[in-house]
């Protein structure tokens, strides 16, 4: 069940804040997207690409042409215990040079971590698959697992990314590899020294929710309460949560530009635009603090 906003009639202005493009892995390049987001009635999108913000740019570009505003932005995987735990980051400084150091060093731990999940899907299943092949699925930035997940489904191995991930590649499964991750607070922080916003994303999907506890202790300014895997019950839960923390609560499909039934589309979230200003506001307050220090 997709968890919706509750949208008054008086917002006529809707943005989905988390999406993926070729940067990352999405299937979309960043123009494509912007299109796709005018055709579904948004006049804003946040594009969120993991690790890299190579995709912006082009975005923010086609976004002038098409008349579709640009929430720049960034999702850092961070781990704590075994779980992976998402970090959004809304409005970086990120052409800083050390933030880009930072996010080549990200990517190329997930193009080490890639090969070796080909490996253990060759040699614990006897699959014939091969990294060449999943590197033919990535248009530009670092491999991920969901261009793993692409070549089971084109070779018939799974029906869909779903399968591949919850018997294959998903973090408890045998072929699964861990990586360079940065902590929670690593995560957080990065973000803020590079003027951002950090929002901890899709807080439903975390088994152990401590490390919601955990990421508001470390300093996020938001919870993404709306999510399209979060159900009605979880996004007024973390909606509460947020405001009672005083924190800007965020929404977004996570979209990634598969089609199907269980994959999210783009614009099933809607949030009004009014976010946007919030997250500017916020934006220009860390600026603020971080260069005081």
Known sequence: MVCCFDAQKKHECFVDLHTHTTASDGLLTPSQLVA???QAGLMAIGITDHDSTDGLREA??????????????????TKADD???????????????????????????RWVRGKKMVENLRRIYN?????????KEVTQGAVGRPHIARVLVKKGIV????????????????AYEPRYHLTIEQG??????AGGVPVLAHP??????????LA????????????????????????????????????????HGEKGKDMPQLGDIKMPCSIIEDLKRMAHVTNRLTQSV
């Open 36 to 38: 796709q987001a005018l």
């Open 60 to 77: 923010i570009t086609a976004g002038e042409r098409l008349g579709v505003q640009i929430v720049p932005g960034i999702e850092l995987n």
């Open 83 to 109: 779980e992976e735990v998402h970090i959004l980051g809304y409005y970086i400084s990120y052409d800083l040079p050390w933030f880009q150091d930072m996010l080549a060093n990200l990517r190329h731990a």
């Open 127 to 135: 699959f014939d698959i091969s990294f060449e092949e999943v590197k």
């Open 159 to 174: 029906k869909d990314i779903a399968e591949a991930f919850e018997k294959y590649i998903g973090t408890h499964c045998p």
């Open 188 to 193: 957080i922080k990065l973000i803020k020294d």
């Open 204 to 213: 439903g999907l975390l088994k152990d929710q401590k490390h919601v506890t």
């Open 216 to 255: 508001i202790e470390f300093g996020v300014n938001g919870i993404e309460a709306i999510h399209s895997k979060h159900t009605p019950e979880q996004c007024e839960h973390y909606r509460r949560l947020a405001h009672e923390h005083g924190l800007i609560v965020t929404g977004g499909s996570d979209y």
